[in-house]
């Protein structure tokens, strides 16, 4: 044996254990940034407190600049060989898609292929800044969730009363959330937890300086795929046609198929900040988190997991906020 074969470097156990504390095992979909953790609930109370974070790109509710508390986005499900997940570019982003192409084709047909274009459903999701108040050492932590499980009845919460609870979310008038998860059943033998709910509480005024230097670009986490690159995951198969920068960037006068319909954000006089967009009444009812129940890269909705103890990684006090 040589001396470079004795010098060969070994990877660091360290590096994948944090990975996987930070959700990044096997997600396709986001990217975390440095040191930040995903949130996941415990059945039972959970003591939450969700914070503002300044808009970049593409938020479908806010404008760049302004501050809001979630990133809504959409993904597919069992792409390609591996089954990934991925963000649907269509209804997340307004680019073209080539799973969305693919479903339009179907719809010539969808008597024949309704089981198909039920599993090339976009799935909706949120993500958000989130404040564990039993877990501070964490600090923020980006919680990962499909609205079905979570924010269908934090909207609801927010129309029955939204003179009370629209800007929940705010730094220093904001208001901590108890919110109680218990197990549903899903498929043979899956479960998930799913917010049952949510109470408001007083929360602490923070500082609205201090509090956005710590939270996350929501908009800047997620993982945003050339066409060609889903073309081939998805069709394995080259991409042999025009390439999208080609195209017009015109909108087409055709209702795309992803075609969301969305109201533009309303202002509500405060600077810098927008309102709680109420989803439209004809919104469909949603699908109970139709997911795979087999391991797949990224289950949702989240396995329940036992809880492990929280790492004294030096982060945020309460007290210092």
């Known amino acids: 044996m040589n001396q470079q074969q004795q010098k060969r470097q070994k990877a660091s156990a360290r590096q994948r254990a944090e990975k996987q504390s930070q959700g990044g095992g096997g997600s396709q979909y986001l990217k975390l940034p440095e040191g930040c953790k995903k949130w996941k609930p415990k059945g039972g109370v959970n003591k939450i407190r969700i914070l503002p974070y300044v808009v970049g790109e593409g938020n479908p509710n806010a404008d760049p ?3 809001f508390y979630e990133r809504t986005f959409y993904i597919y499900r069992g792409i390609g060989p591996n089954e990934d997940t991925i963000i649907a570019p269509a209804r997340t982003f307004k680019e073209r898609d080539p799973v969305a ?6 719809q010539n047909d969808p008597v024949e292929n309704k089981e198909m274009l039920k599993n090339l ?3 909706e999701r949120q993500i958000f800044n989130l404040l564990d108040l039993e877990d501070l050492q964490s600090g923020v932590q980006i919680y990962d969730v499909s609205n079905f499980a979570f924010g269908d009845l934090l909207d609801s919460r927010i129309v029955a009363k939204p003179d009370k609870f629209e800007d929940f979310w705010d ?3 904001g208001m901590d959330l108890e919110v109680t998860f218990s197990e549903e059943a899903i498929g043979g033998d899956g479960k998930f937890l799913k917010a049952k709910v949510i109470d408001f509480e007083a929360g602490k005024s923070l500082n609205e300086d201090q509090t956005l230097e710590r939270t996350h670009c929501l908009d800047d986490c997620l993982v945003k795929m050339d066409y060609e690159v889903i073309y081939k995951l998805f069709h394995q198969a080259d991409f042999g046609g025009d390439a999208p920068g080609e195209e017009s960037t015109e909108p087409s006068s055709d209702p795309a198929p992803w075609d969301m319909g969305a109201d533009a954000p309303e202002s509500n006089g405060k600077v810098g900040m927008v309102t709680h967009v109420a989803p439209p009444e004809s919104k469909p009812e ?4 139709p997911e795979p129940v087999q391991a797949a890269p990224e289950p949702e909705p989240e396995p329940i997991q036992a809880e492990s103890p929280a790492a004294d990684t030096g982060g945020d006090d309460w007290a210092n906020w």
């Open 101 to 106: 192409e693919f479903a339009k084709e179907l």
């Open 286 to 289: 949603p699908e109970p988190e």
């Open 65 to 67: 600049g302004f501050l």
């Open 121 to 123: 459903r976009p799935k």
């Open 171 to 173: 730094a220093e008038t």
